[in-house]
């Protein structure tokens, strides 16, 4: 049982550049959760899909465009990566049932030089 | 929106001693009080979690106190081990799914 799988693990990318982070969970999951991680900061909410085929925007949502492809596939994509994107990614997952725990992926590290 | 603050950020005991994180919010709709645990290079994973409706709950050496009034809720750890080194993370939501987090606390325990 894999969890919640994150693609790439790390990745080095130039401003201005794209690339999609690809996340994945077999636990049939409803609701699907992007996060970023950066030093004193926690973790920031970036988009969420609480069910197959809807998406909202949470916190720090700009410069960033995600895509629920089916029920176990929510992907990020950085159209034109900057700098200030050098983050760890994480992806999230949660059964929708009420209060039960989030799951999160390893993370990918960007660095946007 | 909700505001998580946690305090410290950062925590150094001595092995045996016990650690305590405290996290405060700004949402009295909130209703959901989970911690994470973030050991290097993994994802934060749930180490133990508090309802509104409960003051206080325990598992083995760890233990959550939530105070409503005050809008505060805590961490404790007794028995410290080194393997509790890591980041932790407080959040809160009013509906369980989703969560707002609080900063991070990097404890160490020195052997």
């Known amino acids: 049982n894999a969890g919640v799988t994150q693609t790439p693990k790390f990745q080095v990318l130039k401003t201005g550049q794209s690339m999609t982070l690809q996340c994945a969970q077999d636990?049939?999951?409803?609701?699907m959760y992007w996060y970023r991680q950066d030093p004193g900061m926690g973790l920031r909410l970036i988009y969420y899909s609480a069910s197959e085929g809807t998406t909202d925007k949470g916190e720090v949502p700009n410069g960033y465009n995600v895509s629920r492809l089916n029920k176990r596939e929510f992907s990020l994509r950085l159209e034109s990566a900057a700098p200030s994107q050098t983050s760890v990614y994480f992806c999230a997952s949660i059964s929708g049932v009420r209060a039960s725990p989030l799951h999160f992926g390893n993370g990918t590290r960007l660095t946007v030089t | 929106g909700e505001n998580v603050e946690q305090h410290p950020s950062t925590l150094s005991v001595q092995e045996g001693d016990s650690a305590v994180i405290k996290c405060t919010y700004s949402?009295?709709?909130?209703?959901?009080f989970p911690w994470y645990k973030q050991e290097l290079g993994k994802g934060p994973q749930l180490i133990i979690d508090?309802?509104?409706?409960?003051g206080e709950k325990k598992d083995q050496r760890i233990a959550v106190t939530l105070n409503k009034t005050a809008k505060h809720f805590s961490l404790h750890i007794t028995e410290t081990q080194p393997e509790d080194s890591a980041v932790y993370f407080c959040?809160?939501?009013?509906?369980?799914?989703?969560?707002?987090f609080g900063e991070g606390t990097q404890l160490t325990v020195n052997p």
């Open positions: 959040a809160a939501s009013p509906s369980g799914s989703r969560l707002t």
């Open positions: 636990m049939n999951h409803n609701s």
């Open positions: 508090i309802r509104s409706n409960v």
């Open positions: 949402d009295s709709a909130s209703n959901y």
